[in-house]
């Protein structure tokens, strides 16, 4: 939800769409300083959340941070952004702060898992208690995440590992080459995850549909269920007990009045019914 006139009046439009849960950027997602966080803001915040019974709440790393960069200034600028927006999400009482991993800019990928993993150790050694979520890539260019091995390596070299776990996004993880369409496919996709980093990892889902077929290495998100996904993913999604109480945000497409993003959760809410009742719980 955009944070836009205050961080409350996000709570206020999560309220507005119906969410029970809710993801924020604390500053602008494309520069590298924000704006400091007012001790009034941050009470308006946790007050607003608490009101509404919002919860888990979850914030967004800004795109321009890249552990992985070959760049030692962009590496250092990343590391402390990295810090400061970990020290924002304790201001404000949200646990988690989903990052994308990054991209080694051709350099191979075990110079970016090594770079991630020592820019994680940077800052998270700043302190504070918000745990950093290496998301699911896409798999688009020199990109790191795409394979789920590729967050088990990262969070294997990290010290502090209690602090480091996993976002799952459907079409980056659709992107990426991963079956989620049919059935079977579905679960041995969440095999493959368990092995690799294990579900109770996962803290965090991104339910968005993929405007891309299966493989195509590109980010681009679509509403639930008008995408080359469909709906029977997000069936699948929405009663897999092992993701039960892990909150789901949409990343889809919005208009200006909110109301794709309250057909979205309507339509996770109907599948999720639907679900149970041919499941005969």
């Known amino acids: ?62 795109y321009l941070i890249n552990l992985a960069s070959a760049d030692p200034e962009i590496r250092t600028r990343s590391v402390s952004a990295l810090a400061d927006e970990l020290g924002r999400c304790d201001e404000v009482g949200i646990p988690w702060l989903v990052l994308h991993p990054g991209s080694h800019g051709g350099d191979g990928e075990e110079a970016g898992f090594e770079r991630i993993a020592r820019g994680l150790d940077q800052a998270l050694a700043a302190g504070g208690v918000a745990s950093v979520l290496l998301e699911t890539a896409a798999g688009q260019g020199a990109s790191i995440g795409h394979r789920f091995e590729h967050l088990r390596t990262i969070r294997d070299r990290v010290d502090q590992k209690g602090r480091v776990a996993v976002c799952f996004d459907t079409c980056h993880v659709h992107a990426a080459g991963y079956d989620l369409l049919t059935k079977g496919g579905w679960r041995a996709t969440l095999e493959e ?89």
């Open 1 to 62: 939800m955009s944070t836009a006139g205050g961080l409350a009046r996000a709570v206020e439009r999560g309220v507005a769409a119906g969410c029970r849960t809710l993801q924020v950027f604390t500053k602008n997602s494309n520069q590298w300083v924000g704006k400091a966080i007012t001790p009034g803001e941050a009470d308006a915040f946790r007050s607003a959340a608490r009101a509404a019974a919002l919860a888990p709440l979850v914030a967004h790393a800004a």
């Open 193 to 281: 995850l368990d092995s690799a980093v294990g579900l109770t990892l996962v803290k965090v889902i991104h339910a968005n549909d993929s405007k891309k077929e299966r493989g195509c290495r590109v980010d681009r998100h679509e509403r639930i269920g008008l995408g080359a996904m469909g709906e029977p993913p997000f069936r699948r999604l929405m009663t897999e007990r092992a993701f039960q109480d892990v909150p789901k945000i949409l990343e889809t497409p919005k208009d200006e009045e909110g109301a794709w993003d309250r057909e979205g959760l309507a339509v996770l809410r109907r599948l999720a019914r639907r679900g149970v009742r041919s499941s005969g719980s």
